[in-house]
């Protein structure tokens, strides 16, 4: 007599940090790209029943087993997100869709990534809290990844002021 089971679950921390970088076409339309970097932990546990050799062939006892370990890996995404905001005055609604990418090495997945927020102009800066959904294709190599992921993000920028910083005619931030 012989068994196994196999148990992962998500102990990832819910914070993510990092830039973005945000290119104006018009005054309701953008592209923003996010490197956005997590910490990704789990907690694996192994139970094994097995029968020892002195019991066989009827095994009146099985003698379980169990292992438990954790893990711990970073990964990187990069959502290219395309923006249509509706001005309001200090409050502007948006949003945004776009595919979302994770590199080779942290599980080389590609995705689509949607999302609805407001910009809020402050004195000093500006807040963009927005809520996105994304869905993260299968590619064979992670069973039990989790391929739907809903996600608060705070987007922080500096004011916009009469000086911009520009690419190619765009007003970027």
Not at 86 to 91: E, F
Not at 126 to 135: D, F, G, K, M
């Amino acid at each position: 007599m012989f068994g196994a089971a196999i148990a992962v679950s998500n102990a990832s921390r819910r914070s993510i940090i990092g830039p973005k970088v945000n290119v104006d076409f018009s005054e309701s339309i953008s592209l923003e790209v996010d490197a956005l970097h997590r910490e990704i932990r789990s907690h694996n546990t192994s139970t094994y029943l097995y029968c020892p050799l002195d019991q066989l062939p009827d095994c009146s006892m099985p003698v379980r087993m169990t292992r438990s370990s954790n893990g711990a890996e970073f990964t990187w995404e990069f959502p290219v997100l395309g923006k249509y905001q509706i001005s309001g005055g200090r409050m502007k609604v948006f949003i945004e869709a776009g595919p979302s990418f994770r590199p080779a090495e942290n599980r080389e997945q590609t995705g689509a990534t949607a999302g609805v927020g407001m910009e809020l102009a402050l004195r000093t800066m500006r807040l963009s809290p927005a809520l996105r959904y994304s869905h993260w294709g299968y590619n064979g190599k992670y069973v039990g990844a989790n391929r739907d992921q809903l996600q608060f993000v705070l987007g922080i920028d500096g004011p916009r002021s009469e000086e911009t910083n520009s690419a190619f005619g765009h007003r970027i931030s």
